[in-house]
């Protein structure tokens, strides 16, 4: 096995990797927007739901117990 230094030039890239690569990248983004706008009312209470969370919390707490201003 040739010695191989991490200072020698380097084997240039295939045209076809580099095709497949940016295929690759162009085909994910397009298939977001696709989502993103053709399924969108499908997909709101999802995204609402990862955006804000419902807080379950102990009985007694949350914004109806301190409506006075009192606390216990």
Not at 26 to 51: C, D, G, N, Q
Request: aromatic share 14%; charged share 25%.
């Amino acid at each position: 096995m040739p010695y191989l230094s991490p200072y020698s030039p380097r084997k240039r890239r295939s045209a076809r990797l580099v095709a497949a690569w940016m295929f690759t990248f162009v085909f994910i983004l397009w298939m977001t927007w696709y989502i993103s706008t053709r399924h969108r009312e499908k997909a709101k209470p999802i995204v609402e739901e990862f955006l804000r969370p419902v807080k379950v919390g102990r009985e007694g707490e949350g914004a109806d117990a301190d409506a006075g201003g009192v606390g216990h």
